[in-house]
């Protein structure tokens, strides 16, 4: 084999280990990689089914309910907007609370049911992730559109 072809061969392996480890670190990575989704969105079907992303909001006043085991928790995550119920095994975060901020990791089950792997509170009274501060802002903001909508244009046979 002449020296050219040689070169040529090392080089086409080197492209050929350079794919095959690109191929591997993004399968990595797409297998790794968790979205966050607001309720508003779950509910509109835009989470991914049958694979983990991280929800987060306020938790519902008045919605968390303990389980007699001890150990399962169920309660709702809301934007404001939209609420999504959630099922969580394991110790809570001593920060968490009703009404506060809260992430949670797992997945969308067939029933609606949001089965939580992991739970994050926030960390000060201060404290809330910026996507889920992002989400309750956009679902007031919303809510105040739809109520200024309403009181300028009231229902037909409507008196004010």
């Known amino acids: 084999m002449k020296p050219r072809h040689k070169r040529l061969a090392m080089i086409a392996v080197g492209v050929a280990a350079l794919g ?12 790794n990689l968790v979205f966050f989704f607001t309720p508003t969105q779950v509910a509109a079907n835009e989470a991914p089914q049958g694979r983990a992303f991280r929800i987060g909001g306020l938790v519902e006043p008045g919605s968390v309910k303990r389980r007699p085991d001890g150990v399962t928790v169920q309660f709702a995550v809301t934007d404001t907007a939209k609420s999504i119920p959630v099922l969580y095994r394991g110790v809570l ?3 968490f609370r009703e009404g506060k901020g809260v992430v949670t990791q797992g997945r969308l089950g067939p029933d609606g ?6 739970v994050l509170a926030k960390h000060d009274e201060n404290y809330m ?3 889920a501060a992002e989400a309750v802002r956009q679902a007031q903001a919303a809510n105040q559109k739809a109520v200024q909508t309403l009181v300028t244009n ?6 004010r």
Request: net charge negative; charged share 20%; no cysteine.
């Open 93 to 95: 975060p001593d920060l």
């Open 113 to 118: 049911v949001f089965q939580a792997s992991e």
């Open 154 to 159: 009231p229902a037909p046979g409507d008196k």
């Open 129 to 131: 992730p910026p996507e």
């Open 20 to 31: 095959v480890t690109a191929v591997l670190v993004l399968g990595a990575f797409q297998k």
